[in-house]
C-alpha cells in the first residue's frame, strides 16, 4: 500500500499483512476516490473517521489537505503511517466514533470533507452526526457495502460508484 499522488508520492505504507479487522482502502478505490474530489481537496480540512491505516487523510495531505484528522479506536497503523511519512499537519485521537463526533461538534470543528469507513456491520450510523460537522458546502463521502444504506432525511446523494464490492457514496446536505 501506498501513497498514489501528490508530495508523498510513492511513499509506502504500513498495514497489517495477517488477517485483521482492518480493511485498508484500496489503492485503485483511493485513486478514483481522489480523481472525483479533484481540486476541492486544495485547503481542506479533511477528517479520516474509522481512519485504519490512515491511507486516506495521508493522501488527503500529500494532495494539497491544510490538515487531517485522524479518528480510530486502534491508532497503531495510523500513527505509524503519520511518523513514517513525516507528516506535521496531522491530528490523531484515539477514541470511538460516535464520542469522537460529540466532541469535535461540542469544539465547535468543521470539516470541508469527512471520510467514513465504518466497519461493514456497523452500517453507516454516524452520517447524521458527521453532518454535524460538515462545513454547508461540505463533502461527506462514505464507503460501505450495504446495497440500501439508510440515509438521515437532510442527506443528499451526489454521486455513487461501485469498486467489486465496496460501494462509495459522496453525500451533501439537502438544500
Known amino acids: 500500500m501506498r501513497i498514489i499522488a501528490g ?11 495477517h488477517n485483521s479487522a482492518l480493511r485498508p482502502t484500496k489503492d485503485m ?3 478514483a476516490l481522489f480523481s472525483i ?7 481542506a480540512r479533511f477528517l479520516d ?7 486516506l487523510g495521508l493522501e488527503a495531505i500529500s494532495r494539497g489537505a491544510r490538515e487531517a484528522v485522524f479518528i480510530d479506536q486502534d491508532l497503531q497503523y495510523a500513527r ?16 470511538d466514533a460516535r464520542r469522537a463526533l460529540r466532541i469535535l461538534q461540542t469544539k465547535q470543528e468543521a470539516f470541508d470533507i469527512i471520510f ?15 453532518f454535524a460537522i ?13 446495497e440500501a444504506a439508510r440515509l438521515p432525511p437532510d442527506a443528499r446523494i451526489a454521486d455513487e460508484r461501485r469498486y467489486g464490492s465496496t460501494k462509495i457514496l459522496f453525500l451533501e446536505r439537502q438544500t
Do not use: M, W
Open 116 to 130: 467514513l469507513d465504518p466497519p461493514y456491520q456497523d452500517g453507516l450510523l454516524a452520517v447524521s452526526a458527521c
Open 37 to 43: 474530489i479533484g481540486a476541492r481537496i486544495v485547503g
Open 7 to 17: 508530495q508523498y508520492r510513492h511513499r509506502l505504507l504500513d498495514f497489517p499483512r
Open 29 to 31: 478505490v483511493r485513486e
Open 134 to 146: 460538515l462545513r454547508p458546502a461540505g463533502l461527506l463521502i462514505a464507503e460501505t457495502a450495504d
Open 80 to 95: 505509524a503511517n503519520v511518523q513514517k511519512i513525516g507528516c506535521r499537519n496531522a491530528r490523531l485521537y484515539r477514541n
Open 49 to 55: 473517521l474509522y481512519a485504519g491505516t490512515g491511507a
